[in-house]
């Protein structure tokens, strides 16, 4: 499976971040009609042709997603707009 691994760095307390992943995370819900759930500091989500985590670290978010042949061909425009939250919420 093709794959997006972005890392973006962060200054904000373990609560702070977590709310603004959750942030991220419904954003990315709303646009690509995925499920999360929390396991740890680590949110999971999955659906049809897509999965993957946004890790919370304490001076960096991590985002792995796993993408199914036909999300591969959208790899591009799916990267740049996760970057494109991630750095509206961490910035």
Do not use: T
Not at 25 to 43: H, P, V
């Amino acid at each position: 499976m093709p794959s997006i691994d972005i890392r973006h760095p962060h200054c904000q307390s373990h609560d702070d971040a977590r709310a603004a992943v959750e942030h991220v995370a419904e954003k990315i819900q709303e646009r690509f009609s995925i499920d999360c759930a929390w396991n740890g500091d680590a949110l999971e989500f999955n659906r049809s042709g897509v999965e993957g985590e946004i890790r919370l670290l304490p001076s960096e978010v991590h985002v792995v997603m796993r993408l199914g042949f036909m999300l591969s061909m959208l790899r591009g425009p799916i990267e740049s707009e996760i970057r494109r939250y991630l750095e509206r919420e961490f910035s």
